[in-house]
């Protein structure tokens, strides 16, 4: 019986990225459901770009964790989109094309870029001023 209940549950690894259902907010802590056996744990602070965080809405995770030091399932908002991210520049990469992000801050030898939220270096020897 308890091998039938354990094979309703999907196995995950770590570092694998996942689509999960907010099923509850604490005061630090954004409970998502993967279907795993138990619900995971999302610092409320990956959260900050979003105006509200409802239960029943859909956010893709990481796994970072499958049972910390307290046991629970430990996953990551911010790694998900980072993932992505270096996913999406890799393919640009692949094909040639050419990447568009928002400039953020100077530094010294160059820019500081915004690039589907990685921080990114733009040499200034690098810098197209034409449109």
Known sequence: ?????????????????????????????VIINIGFKSDGLVSLNEFRDLDEVKIGDEVEVMVVEKEDRNGH????????RQSR?????????????????????KTKGGLIVDVYGLETFLPGSQIDVKP
């Open 1 to 29: 019986m308890e091998k039938m209940y354990d094979s309703t549950f999907k196995d995950i690894t770590e570092s694998e990225l996942l689509v999960g259902q907010i099923v509850g907010k604490t005061k630090t802590d």
């Open 73 to 80: 399932l430990h996953l990551s908002r911010r790694q998900a």
């Open 85 to 105: 991210a270096w996913l999406k520049i890799v393919d640009f990469y692949k094909t040639g094309e050419v990447v568009t992000g928002t400039i953020t801050s």
